[in-house]
């Protein structure tokens, strides 16, 4: 099944504890992205990449890493979290940077930092 | 700034109603506008996506107009049915620079009551 698959999908942690979301693909898409989504704030998009070891940042960076060492898995690192990165988190991929590629959403993590 | 709003925030209609979901967005530059369906704990689902040179597409009882002259897109869901009940995004990809990505409205929440 073509898919977009994050993990963990829950995750309650500290302040200043480091942690990876991961975000993989099965199918061979070039695009990937991240958005984080906040009640009264919809979605935001914080870091994309075009292709393998191509990123760049969105309109929310502050605060987080990404890097795309391959294809198919895009991992996105909170290096010292705060309470203020306490949302969901989305991966999405689509097939190429094509303008009118649709976009693909996993099913979300919920991050909760303390 | 790039912005995209929609209106109702929420709406509930009976079974059966055909309904229109709004979206605007203030800036004529885009690439595309894609509507997403999101349910309760799930990602979202890509639903329709016109490029800036088409007028409307459909897909079995839904049927998404874009005006880009105007900045606006219609969501037209025909025969609504319970199962159709979940939050609606309409997300703009502009053209005029800018970090490449979507940005999204906030979302109309919609119950079909049975």
């Known amino acids: 099944e073509a898919q977009v698959t994050q993990n963990p999908r829950y995750l309650i942690t500290v302040t200043g504890k480091k942690l990876t979301v991961t975000c993989s693909q099965n199918?061979?898409?070039?695009?990937m992205s991240w958005y984080r989504q906040d009640p009264g704030l919809g979605l935001r998009q914080i870091y994309y990449?075009?292709?393998?070891?191509?990123?760049d940042k969105g309109d929310v960076p502050e605060g987080y890493k990404v890097s795309r060492k391959e294809k198919r898995n895009f991992p996105l690192i909170l290096e010292s979290p705060s309470p203020n990165q306490t949302s969901l988190y989305f991966c999405?991929?689509?097939?190429?940077?094509?303008?009118?590629?649709?976009?693909?959403f996993g099913d979300g993590t919920r991050l909760s930092i303390l | 700034k790039q912005e995209v709003t929609q209106i109702p925030a929420a709406l509930s209609v009976p079974e059966g109603e055909n309904l229109v979901l709004n979206c605007s967005f203030t800036?004529?530059?885009?690439?595309?506008l894609q509507w997403f369906r999101q349910d309760p704990g799930k990602g979202l689902t890509s639903l329709l996506l016109i490029q800036s040179s088409q007028r409307e597409q459909t897909s079995g009882r839904l049927n998404a107009s874009l005006d880009k002259s105007s900045g606006r897109s219609t969501l037209y869901i025909a025969a609504s049915q319970p199962g159709d009940s979940a939050t609606y995004l309409c997300a703009v990809r502009w053209s005029g620079g800018g970090a490449d990505g979507l940005t999204f409205g906030k979302g109309t929440h919609l119950i079909i009551q049975p």
């Open positions: 999405a991929s689509s097939l190429s940077a094509g303008v009118n590629q649709p976009q693909h």
């Open positions: 990449s075009m292709n393998v070891e191509v990123t």
């Open positions: 199918m061979n898409h070039e695009y």
């Open positions: 800036d004529s530059a885009i690439y595309n």
